[in-house]
């Protein structure tokens, strides 16, 4: 069965430069959800879509911004990087509804140096 | 404030054996979601199982089952027959009903020995 799709796997950047995540959720998902995962902590909730809409928001600093396009897909965009932005995005994806269990990617790693 | 308690950082359980993960959980709401998900060291995030607030019977998924008491507001995920591969971290999260974006908890790290 195909799985949620993140590209790359692995990301180094520079402290104030730019980045872009992207998602491929599974065929028929109509919510994409994106977290990020602190080394050693749980995975914290930035922003989800619904059929192509913003749906929530979470704890995403302005320096980020996201969108999915109308093929599903999604990308999770960062500018200014800072060092704390080290972490791993993971990106999800669901059918509608609080009782969908939302599948995730193998995540990003993002580096910061 | 919604929140999902974990209050076993690690837990050790020997192969064929079975363990009982605890996950708590606050909320007023009366209609909700609880999950659990495994983390290997390799990183990825795989859903194991899931239970509603108003299902009557406990969730069951092969060899994971899931303990739900409502009245203590527990979650507890219970494996079975323990095998090397179950080494992980275990995340128990939850989903209000106005809103699908997973709380987790802090996690509990579980190591399976011969």
């Not at chain 1, 093929?71 to 060092?83: G, I, R, T």
């Not at chain 2, 994971?64 to 979650?75: D, E, I, P, T």
């Amino acid at each position: 069965a195909a799985g949620v799709i993140q590209s790359p796997r692995h990301l180094i950047k520079e402290k104030r430069e730019t980045a872009t995540l992207k998602c491929y959720p599974i065929p028929r998902h109509d919510t994409v959800y994106w977290y990020q995962q602190g080394p050693g902590q749980d995975p914290q909730f930035l922003i989800s879509f619904y059929e192509k809409m913003q749906s929530d928001k979470g704890s995403i600093p302005d320096r980020f911004s996201a969108q999915q396009f109308s093929d599903y897909h999604s990308e999770l965009n960062m500018s200014s990087l800072e060092l704390g932005d080290s972490a791993l995005y993971f990106c999800a994806s669901s059918l509608k509804g609080s009782n969908q269990p939302q599948h995730f990617g193998d995540g990003t790693r993002l580096s910061i140096l | 404030a919604q929140k999902i308690t974990q209050t076993q950082p690690g837990m050790f359980v020997q192969e064929k054996e079975a363990v009982t993960l605890d996950c708590t959980y606050d909320t007023s709401d009366q209609s909700y979601g609880l999950f659990w998900y495994k983390q290997p060291s390799s990183g990825e995030m795989i859903f194991l199982i899931y239970q509603g607030s108003y299902d009557e019977q406990n969730a069951t998924e092969g060899r994971y089952s899931l303990n739900f008491q409502k009245a203590r507001k527990s979650a507890n995920l219970v494996i079975s027959a323990s095998q090397l591969g179950d080494s992980a971290m275990y995340f128990c999260a939850m989903t209000l009903y106005n809103t699908d974006k997973l709380i987790f908890g802090t996690g509990t790290r579980l190591q399976v020995f011969p």
